[in-house]
């Protein structure tokens, strides 16, 4: 069923005779995306670099690259012992920024999926089951959507942070469990609305209601009939997720809120948030290494998002 | 179209109590306000505490919490609101400053970001696939993944520290609304300080929007009725000024009345990078001190500001957009 | 946005406004309803008697003079009004009374009281108030009086403007040509503000890397060493235990053997060319205590002790072995060791993240237990919920601070209605006694024999690890202001504004400050603040004394002469 609706959309692309699953359709116009393929094979490299972080990282995320006894270790620029130079105590920034990747890579597929889950799940049975409980979801949605981002999440954080049963589940406030955990409570919202919306149109088509005439339950059409056809915009509100959340995180560790960097601990938004005075005082590796890591990431996330939408919904994608 | 509105309407007032009660909530819990109050005002007599809680509606327990929640609504309402547990002040009159500096700096930085934004998300879906288009894309993309305070950063060492340097005067300032020691209104060094923080805002509200306006756009040109005009015959500019980006602007007008709805609530970052008295600033300094008849207030004048806008923005909406059913 | 300066909190907070109120550092006395000021006795009862004369042509802004009744409404705003931050000192003053004329203030005090000069340093105008016995409402948008050279035209949330009093009368006289003084919070762009030309001075707090930042042609960095120092402290428990939100917590630091194997087991002088080298080149490793190098430094004491051998030995003896993961356990147990700091002050950061990999190689389970300013200062530290603690104090001139911080019975605790600053639970014989007869000690030389006493048991205990004398700074632009380096390394800070020179000519000197006083009344927790004291206090309040750069205390141009002190 699924299938034949989604392969009506063929026409709009000029794909001919030949009969392909929307999987492969999608894939195919999603080859086309030239900025989304070379941004997914940086990535993967990117991830796999990561991966391999026990080989690729020259030293301890907390180590530093001599002793002071062996004289100044602070703040050097790059040298052959440093890749990217040290930091204020004479950590290997590389090694740093390798793990600091690996640690914001989580936070933001991490926080991405759950907001994914729980926005999918809210935002199908609004659409499905309509009427009140829709109107109070989506007004709810709305102000938090328009609530200024930072505000509710502070005021969240902290109001987390004080109930003791969250805290014993998800870890203190500065945890990267607490953190993905706050940022899916956040992110569901853009989800709900998405998928809600697809809902509404697909609840209107004839194969839905053919599943309701044979009398399958509501939980069985989202899981067997909407969740399958909405796979593009969840895909799409994915890598809107994992940007979303790893920029928190910098925002976060801007205000001193971010993971601790007391216990050695390193994150993207930790050392871009942290390299601030840095580069008044002229230490550009501190600032431009881990600000590069950030912006390929959140680019090649984004540009692969950007060739989802395009091959889910061609009509975006103009002549590419 | 009065009914729909009116439907929509009825909403706002529900909405409003049901997230000022939900925000009651959790700042009580975020923030202790009875803590802070006793931490702020140390030796403090049970009867001052007493009068506190009841001026705030800080009873425990949940029917205390509900119960405390009317009793605070009551007293905003009446405006007979508490005074701040630092300094004992009037909060009002703080409040009103920071706002009229936030909604400043606001409009115009979302009036840049609309107007720039929107007309290279025009360029950009002219020519889909191209050079320009690409470029926008690309750029958009760049700018939303610039942090704001890199940009900042960046801005202030040019304009003022290097054109210092080069030139022996900063061409913008760095902080504040007017120089020090400044009094009174003087419109010329207004814009001059609005510069840069209102340059770092619209880099963002720009990606935004060209984005959008893109998508919006290319939506449009590429629906059947836009090629039922093109092969009537009718010109191409014709059908683009009249047509398409009539349609392709309802979207994004339903995004300017968001934006616009939430530019009272300052923008925390923007603000605190550039000392901007503004919203953003009077939240972080309230919220630092725990400073529950400060933070309600403000938290009341955001929501009651999302929701109208929200509501504008649904109202727009519908009566732009043809295709929408009401009722 | 960062709270990196928020770090003078504890020593700016509870230390800073004490210069104004009171001489020590005495905070959370408790209120102890005494009406001070009629509960006095016959004047042959008191203890010690200070005769003060003021200056006859002592005049506030408006033209009155400051007569006694000042004095008596200070004291009763003190004492009395709900909120006031600190009243020690001012608690053991039985009376204010009017001596040969209104001009003369004659105040009886119930016990030796040493420390006096740093009473009634900061004088609230009678005619100001509505009611001097609860001030609390008051000072709401404006200071609106002054016995100084400066007075305020305005203050807001954007910056505070001040002229020149014209009705003062002493030497203070500001300079030709200046005609506003003005200050602006610029927490986040002092130095960029600063490089920019927008403002003039600034009083930064300093971290390594910051003299690089300041590095412009035009910007000339004074350094000195003031009453700053940072330490960190070990929190003994009360009878080894402490009550917390999370329940009850044995303190490991309650056994000595403990304490001083861990201050055996760190390398200070590693730590010192890690963490402070970088802050100032010329810095040394501070051996005082909780106290800056002068008159009430002991020798020999403090310093690196670094022997890991000794430290083991020490552990062993105390009963502890190393476990499976080379930690020190007990009964199987490697207790845990909260090290709390701020975050966001990357040096406490730094440091944290040096030592504590070190500590757990050297078998020590520590842990980093940071939170943000406001819960470290105002919940963790008062409620003693940590094992080892790392801030800064600023030491006045006169070390009568050490006794609310450092005896037995200003441990705070149910039974003695938390008062008391004692938040590492150090309960020694000698050094409380040695303390509380150092504040009724009048002769120079036995009360610091007394101070000595007190700071050389602190390193036999190993409560406390010294660190650093912290540099006080001041940048300026040398093309728009001169001659302001004559008082920066005051307690009081940048106070002989007056003198400063306006090179540019626009008639107006501009400092940036750091952090930004909420509110201005001087005796609640607005007052809390050493940038409230600085930028509003020590501006506008007459006092009987103010320290000097060279920290000593001398009487101001409020008075005829140097005050007479009469003890029975």
């Given amino acids: ?320 | 179209m009065l009914r729909y509105a009116l439907r929509r309407a009825v909403w706002l007032l529900p909405t409003l109590i049901l997230v000022t009660f939900l925000v009651y909530v959790a700042l009580r819990l975020g923030t202790d306000p009875l803590a802070s109050y006793r931490r702020t005002n140390i030796r403090v007599s049970k009867k001052k505490v007493d009068e506190y809680i009841a001026a705030n509606g800080l009873y425990s327990g949940a029917f205390g919490y509900v119960r405390g929640y009317f009793q605070w609504l009551w007293g905003f309402i009446t405006l007979d609101w508490p005074r701040s547990i630092k300094g004992s002040r009037e909060v009002w009159p703080h409040l009103k400053d920071a706002l009229a500096n936030s909604i400043r700096l606001g409009l115009v930085a979302s009036m840049v970001g609309i107007l720039v934004g929107n007309a290279f998300g025009v360029l950009a879906a002219l020519r889909p696939g191209r050079l320009r288009d690409t470029l926008v894309n690309s750029g958009a993309l760049v700018g939303l993944a610039v942090p704001p305070f890199v940009s900042a950063l960046l801005l202030q060492l040019l304009f003022a520290v290097y054109w210092q340097k080069w030139f022996g005067y900063a061409l913008f300032p760095v902080s504040g609304v007017y120089p020090p020691g400044h009094q009174g209104f003087d419109l010329f060094l207004m814009i001059k300080h609005m510069a840069l923080p209102v340059v770092v805002v619209a880099i963002q509200s720009i990606a935004v929007y060209s984005r959008y306006m893109r998508a919006s756009l290319l939506d449009v040109l590429n629906s059947e009725y836009m090629r039922t005009a093109r092969s009537k015959g009718i010109s191409e500019r014709r059908v683009l000024v009249h047509h398409a980006l009539r349609n392709a602007l309802i979207p994004v007008t339903t995004l300017a009345f968001l934006d616009v709805g939430a530019v009272v609530g300052g923008l925390i970052i923007t603000e605190g990078l550039f000392e901007y008295p503004g919203m953003g600033r009077f939240f972080l300094v309230a919220y630092g001190n725990g400073d529950f008849p400060e933070l309600m207030p403000w938290m009341v004048v955001i929501i009651g500001s999302v929701v109208t806008f929200n509501l504008l923005a649904d109202i727009a909406y519908a009566k732009l957009d043809p295709r929408i059913r009401l009722g | 946005m960062r709270k990196i300066r928020k770090s003078t909190r504890l020593a700016g907070g509870l230390l800073g406004s004490v210069l104004l109120l009171a001489a020590c550092g005495g905070g959370s006395d408790s209120a102890s309803d005494t009406t001070a000021a009629d509960g006095g006795g016959a004047s042959g009862d008191a203890a010690m008697t200070i005769t003060y004369d003021i200056a006859d042509e002592a005049v506030w802004e408006d033209g009155s003079p400051i007569t006694v009744a000042d004095f008596q409404c200070t004291l009763d705003a003190i004492m009395k009004t709900t909120g006031s931050i600190s009243t020690s000192g001012y608690d053991k003053i039985t009376s204010v009374e009017a001596g040969d004329s209104d001009k003369q203030v004659v105040v009886k005090f119930s016990e030796l009281y040493a420390p006096y000069k740093g009473l009634f340093g900061g004088l609230i105008k009678k005619a100001a108030v509505a009611n001097c016995a609860d001030i609390s409402g008051d000072f709401g948008t404006s200071f609106n009086y002054s016995g100084t050279e400066w007075k305020m035209e305005s203050w807001s949330a954007d910056q505070v403007v001040y002229v020149p009093n014209d009705k003062y009368w002493g030497p203070r006289k500001v300079a030709d040509g200046l005609k506003k003084l003005v200050m602006v919070p610029r927490p986040e762009t002092e130095i960029t503000d600063l490089k920019a030309g927008s403002v003039d001075f600034i009083y930064p707090q300093f971290y390594a890397g910051i003299t690089d930042e300041l590095a412009d042609p035009n910007v000339k960095t004074v350094l000195n060493y003031g009453g700053d120092y940072e330490a960190l402290y070990m929190n003994l428990g009360v009878d080894g235990k402490n009550t917390t939100a999370e329940g009850e917590k044995t303190r490991v630091f309650a056994d000595a053997k403990v304490r001083e194997a861990f201050y055996k087991s760190i390398d200070l002088e590693a730590l010192f060319k890690q963490i402070y080298i970088p802050i100032a080149a010329d810095a040394t490793l501070l051996t005082c205590g909780p106290m800056i190098p002068g008159q009430y430094c002991p020798e020999g004491i403090f310093g690196n002790k670094y022997d890991q051998k000794a430290a083991d030995g020490l552990m062993k003896d105390a009963g502890y072995e190393k476990n499976a993961e080379g930690l020190w356990a007990k009964d199987g147990v490697a207790p845990k060791i909260e090290w709390v700091i701020n975050t966001g002050n990357v040096r406490r950061e730094s440091t944290q993240a040096y030592l504590i990999p070190l500590l757990k190689k050297a078998g020590f389970n520590v842990v980093a237990y940071n939170c943000d300013a406001e819960c470290y200062f105002q919940k963790r530290l008062p409620g003693m919920d940590y094992d080892l603690a790392m801030y800064i104090s600023t030491a006045p001139p006169d070390p009568a601070y050490l006794v609310p911080s450092f005896t037995s019975d200003n441990i705070p605790t149910e039974a003695n209605n938390q008062k008391g600053q004692n938040f590492q639970g150090w309960a020694n014989e000698t050094a409380t006694k040695a303390l509380h007869d150092s504040d009724k000690e009048v002769d120079d030389a036995k009360r610091t024999e007394l101070i000595k006493t007190a700071i050389v048991e602190m390193d036999k205990d190993h409560i406390l690890i010294p660190l650093f004398q912290f540099p006080k700074s001041g940048a300026y632009r040398t093309d728009r202001v001169d001659n302001v380096e004559g008082e920066l390394n005051n307690y009081a800070a940048f106070n002989d504004t007056y003198q400063w020179k306006d090179l540019d000519g626009d008639g107006q000197i501009v400092i940036g400050a750091e952090q930004w006083p909420g509110c201005l009344n001087p005796v609640t927790e607005c007052a809390n603040s050493s940038w409230y004291v600085w930028t509003v206090a020590n501006v506008l309040m007459p006092g009987a004394y103010r320290t000097t750069n060279d920290g000593k205390y001398v009487v101001t141009e409020l008075l005829k002469s140097e005050p007479k002190v009469e003890t029975k």
């Fill in chain 1, 1 to 320: 069923m699924a299938e034949s609706e989604l392969s009506s959309l063929d026409a709009s692309v000029g794909l001919t005779a030949e009969s392909l699953s929307p999987g492969r359709l999608a894939y195919r116009r999603f080859l086309t995306h030239k900025a989304a393929v070379v941004s997914v094979f940086v990535l993967a490299l990117l991830v796999l670099w990561v991966l391999l972080s026990p080989w690729t990282a020259r030293y301890g995320v907390n180590e530093q690259v001599f002793d002071i006894s062996k004289g100044p270790n602070q703040n050097l620029p790059p040298a052959d012992f440093a890749w990217f130079g040290t930091d204020i105590i004479g950590r290997d920034v590389y090694s740093r920024v390798l793990y600091g990747v690996r640690v914001s890579l989580i936070i933001g597929l991490a926080s991405a999926v759950f907001s994914l889950a729980l926005g999918s799940l809210i935002g199908a049975v609004a659409g499905l089951k309509g009427g009140l409980f829709d109107d109070i979801v989506m007004r709810v949605t709305d102000v938090f959507l328009a609530f200024p981002f930072l505000v509710a999440l502070l005021v969240v954080r902290n109001m987390f942070g004080a109930v003791g049963w969250i805290t014993v589940i998800v870890g203190q406030p500065s945890s990267i469990r607490f953190m993905v955990f706050l940022f899916a409570v956040f992110g569901w919202m853009g989800v709900a609305r998405v998928l809600r919306a697809q809902v509404l149109s697909l609840k209107e088509r004839e194969f839905i209601e053919a599943a309701r005439a044979l009398g399958a339950s509501n939980a069985r059409i989202i899981i067997r009939h909407l969740l399958p056809n909405s796979i593009g915009p969840m895909l799409v509100s994915l890598s809107l997720g994992v940007v979303g959340a790893i920029v928190s995180e910098a925002t976060l560790s801007l205000f001193g809120y971010g993971p601790d960097p007391g216990t050695g601990a390193t994150s993207l938004g930790l050392l871009v948030a942290g390299s601030k005075s840095a580069v008044r005082a002229g230490y550009w590796w501190l600032a431009l290494y881990p600000f590069a890591a950030l912006l390929v990431i959140t680019l090649c996330v984004s540009f692969i998002g950007d060739g989802l939408r395009d091959a889910f919904d061609p009509k975006h994608g103009g002549g590419r």
